[in-house]
């Protein structure tokens, strides 16, 4: 039986575990929609958005086709609390809208695709596609592409990327973030797509505020490459600076951006360089910002489409090259300094802040810059979140893990410290804004009571606790210690030692979600009169999984819930929020202050769906 949603084609019987389940993508865009709910909200929430990015597939019949968490089109989930002036009453409302890139517009203006113009992530790692078939694969994309210029009724598709893997604030603009493309501008509460964003200005907005100029992408054949913005800018919570790099095919094969916020009393122009240094092209899904440095991670997960040529996959793990993280001042990529270690891997860093030298002087030179990341010591990660049983069984759990990089001796670059804070394991790292760069006290993340990733089976990421670490505690009694190198755990308990832990003192605490039920990446919003860091509410979307039918398959009348959490004792649900419809499990969201949606920047005009405008059309005809 074939069932037909939207311009979705798929069959009941399709089994692939990324779309099944709380899995399976969502078609119904829903406007701003009031919704009910539980407890009490806090009123810093109140005029205020919550908003999650995500890959959502919006068409395509994936039987035969590699599937990865990934994959798909980017669709954006908000819950905004809004607030009535008059009677001073929170109503939290719902919204969800695809954002409209090139990649989606042009899918839609081609009805006869059957499979994504983008080869999936799990194509590109696989380690049984062959050469040719892969071959096969990037040609079609290629030629879709070329398509989409010479064809009169399709939409030109000038970057590719499908910006469904993170949302920040920056300078009053929502942009939505992915590493294959520029970010894309959306405007907040309706999540309406505005356009891309150069980094001066963003397509759709005033003329006499647009630049003409980007300060992502280079001129040239190749040009489109160095606007190939990283999954996760940084934007430092001091200045306003936006920080970035562009990682492509072709060397310098790094390049770093900074743009200063628009109304920074500052002169520093922005600043697009390359990063020397790097050999090879590399998967690059974070870095690390510090109030004064910028640390590349040149690690041991290749990018390289020669690597076909060598009978591997493009995107492949080398076990045998070492990790390599590329620390220099904030405006100085030249001087990058590179400090070498064990191979690993690492999504995500959590935060990252210096060490000044004991001087009383205020211009004391900077003695060392501190990491905190998740790290893993495989690349298998990548092929659980496809779905993909791995070619060597080991597990592949992140955990929270230390570095200290030594900038004081200038003749050798001396990694000091490098052990894991805890053995539980933990991904998608959360530290409140105010204190990601200035050696947080607490950071928040997910985990598991059983492994996050399943190495063995292929099991994509369920999330079934939100962890609360005390970091400084943790490094401090590392430091005390004295860790062994590398391999080392501050903390050794399991997860399971970790929740029945009954002291109040832990440096580790743990919300457990009922049995059944699963949880994404929280947000942390602070109260108001907070006098402690972890002073504040934590927001996480639910699913209960007993909505799910015999065949694991998700109803449709399932629907997911909101909840806000106390921070302090990861205990309490302060509040539950019904929403209208089921959110598909994800990876990154904002929590967006009401400030921020009230000073946004002005625009023309949205970017419109054409298709979308002929549906309006036509079901109004029929009215």
Not at 22 to 50: D, V
Not at 149 to 166: G, Q
Not at 364 to 389: D, K
Request: proline residues 8%; glycine residues 6%; contains cysteine.
């Amino acid at each position: 039986m074939t069932e037909v949603t939207g311009a979705l084609k798929t069959t009941t019987k399709s089994k692939h575990r990324c779309l099944v389940g709380n899995f399976a993508p969502i078609h119904r865009q829903l406007p701003i929609t009031p919704c009910t709910y539980s407890g009490t909200i806090p009123p810093e929430l109140h005029g205020g958005q919550y908003v999650r990015n995500g890959g959502n597939p919006s068409f395509g019949d994936h039987l035969s086709e590699d599937v990865h968490m990934f994959d798909g089109d980017g669709m954006l989930i908000g819950v905004w609390f809004r607030l009535n002036n008059q009677t001073k009453e929170v109503e939290p409302c719902f919204v969800n809208r695809y954002i409209l890139t090139d990649i989606y517009l042009g899918a839609k203006s081609m009805p006869s695709l059957r499979v994504p113009i983008l080869p999936s992530i799990a194509t590109l790692n696989h380690p049984l596609r062959t050469t040719l078939s892969i071959f096969f694969k990037l040609c079609r994309f290629l030629a879709l592409i070329a398509w989409s210029f010479v064809s009169a009724d399709k939409h030109k598709i000038r970057k590719i990327s499908v910006a469904n893997t993170a949302i920040l604030y920056h300078d009053k603009r929502a942009l939505a973030t992915c590493q294959t493309g520029p970010p894309m501008r959306v405007q907040l509460p309706s999540l309406d797509t505005v356009g891309w964003f150069n980094g001066y200005s963003a397509v759709n907005e005033d003329k006499h505020s647009r630049s003409d100029k980007d300060a992502f992408g280079c001129t040239g054949p190749f040009g489109f490459l160095k606007d190939w913005t990283t999954a996760h800018p940084h934007v430092d919570p001091v200045t306003g600076d936006f920080i970035s790099f562009q990682s492509s095919f072709l060397p310098p094969f790094v390049w770093y951006t900074l743009i200063p916020k628009s109304t920074t009393k500052s002169h520093a122009p922005a600043l697009h360089a390359p990063v020397p240094g790097v050999s090879i092209p590399k998967l690059m899904h974070d870095f690390g910002v510090s109030p004064t440095h910028t640390i590349i991670l040149d690690l041991p997960m290749t990018l390289d489409p020669t690597n076909m040529l060598r009978g591997r996959p493009i995107i492949h793990y080398d076990r045998n090259s070492p990790s390599r993280f590329g620390i220099f001042p904030r405006r100085h990529p030249e001087q990058v300094r590179w400090f070498e270690t064990e191979p690993c891997f690492i999504f995500h860093t959590a935060s990252t802040w210096d060490e000044s030298e004991p001087k009383h002087s205020k211009d004391s030179e900077i003695e060392a810059v501190n990491m905190v990341v998740c790290r893993y010591t495989n690349g298998n990660m990548l092929y659980s979140m496809g779905a993909i049983e791995p070619v060597e069984k080991e597990q592949c759990d992140s955990k929270v893990y230390y570095y200290r990089f030594l900038l004081a001796n200038r003749e050798k670059n001396i990694i000091t410290h490098q052990w894991a804070l805890s053995a539980i394991p933990f991904e998608m790292p959360i530290v409140p804004a105010n204190f990601s760069s200035t050696g947080p006290k607490c950071i928040y993340g997910c985990s598991s009571r059983d492994a996050i990733f399943g190495a063995e089976t292929g099991e994509p990421m369920k999330v079934d606790c939100l962890v609360k670490m005390n970091v400084q505690n943790l490094i401090r009694r590392g430091l005390n210690e004295d860790i062994q190198s590398i391999e080392g755990y501050v903390d050794k308990r399991n997860i399971q030692e970790v929740m029945s832990s009954d002291d109040p003192e832990d440096p580790i605490k743990i919300f457990q979600a009922p049995e059944g039920w699963y949880a994404q990446e929280p947000q942390f919003v602070p109260r108001d009169d907070a006098r402690e860091e972890d002073d504040g509410y934590l927001l996480t979307l639910m699913f209960d999984e007993s909505q799910l039918d015999t065949d694991g398959h998700a109803t449709e009348d399932a629907r997911s819930e909101l909840w806000i959490i106390d921070a302090r004792d990861m205990r309490t649900v302060v509040a539950k929020i019904l929403l209208p419809q089921r959110v598909p499990y994800g990876f990154h969201g904002h929590w967006f202050r009401q400030q921020e949606l009230e000073e946004q920047r002005p625009y023309v005009r949205l970017r419109t769906d054409p298709g979308e405008a002929k549906e309006q059309a036509s079901d109004q005809t029929s009215s």
